[in-house]
């Protein structure tokens, strides 16, 4: 008996070594505070290993109700993308949303609920495009379908987005001369009006093409705002430059 109180407390220590959480504190744009002062929000992400090949992240409102709940494995090039089931609540308790990802793509059926439990939409989804909707009203009567999210896009879409950076994209000198190039990440912020709000290079090749991309990135025109059940929403955007020789 002694001998297996011991190996399961093993055992226990060895989970404990490759589980890491670290707790983080948000305003109510769910943007990060550097402590507890005016937070709306705080969340708790968890490592399952060492290499923190994967996370689990929670959300609750300050007040203890959970909010979002996600699962994320990372990617070869670092970056965490949605793995498995997303769900969020309403601070009642009641959940507001819940769908599944592979590989950071949505797929098969999602579902929408009003705060009384009633189902508000049901989407169905094939790698990551919306393949089919219904919305019903709380009664249960059919209604107008409008997608439970859309992200903020770039006035014209991707090709406007492809054919801007191609007419204002300039490589730098100092870059052409040392022979760099590669693929640089630029991190924005966009408001509700569409407005960007912030930037910064979250994955750096080489000052020069740095400052490029984020040069290009700050010369943009404002973007069709996001969307989450037809209100406008904040919304973090991730752009990916590369830059090339030939």
Do not use: C
């Amino acid at each position: 008996m002694r001998h297996l109180l011991l190996l399961l407390s093993l055992l226990a220590l060895k989970l404990l070594a490759y589980s890491q959480t670290e707790t983080e504190y948000l305003d109510q744009r769910l943007r990060k505070l550097p402590g507890k002062e005016g937070a709306e929000y705080y969340r708790t992400i968890q490592f399952e290993d060492k290499k923190k090949s994967s996370k689990t992240e929670i959300t609750y409102f300050v007040t203890g109700e959970k909010y979002t709940e996600t699962k994320s494995n990372k990617t070869p090039g670092g970056s965490y993308v949605y793995q498995g089931l997303a769900q969020k609540w309403y601070k009642n308790g009641q959940l507001f949303y819940a769908t599944q990802y592979e590989q950071g793509k949505k797929v098969g059926e999602a579902l929408g609920y009003y705060p009384s439990g009633k189902l508000k939409r049901r989407e169905n989804f094939v790698n990551d495009k919306l393949e089919k909707g219904e919305l019903f009203n709380e009664d249960g009567t059919p209604a107008s379908f409008y997608p439970h999210e859309m992200t903020a896009e770039f006035p014209g879409g991707y090709t406007a987005l492809s054919t801007f950076l191609k007419r204002n994209l300039k490589y730098p000198p100092d870059a052409l001369r040392n022979n760099k190039q590669g693929m640089v990440v630029v991190k924005m912020i966009i408001d509700e009006t569409g407005k960007m709000t912030s930037s910064e290079v979250v994955k750096k090749v080489y000052p020069a093409l740095d400052e490029e991309a984020l040069r290009i990135v700050n010369a943009m025109p404002d973007f069709k705002p996001a969307m989450e059940e037809g209100l406008a929403k904040e919304f973090t955007y991730t752009l990916p430059i590369r830059f090339g020789m030939r």
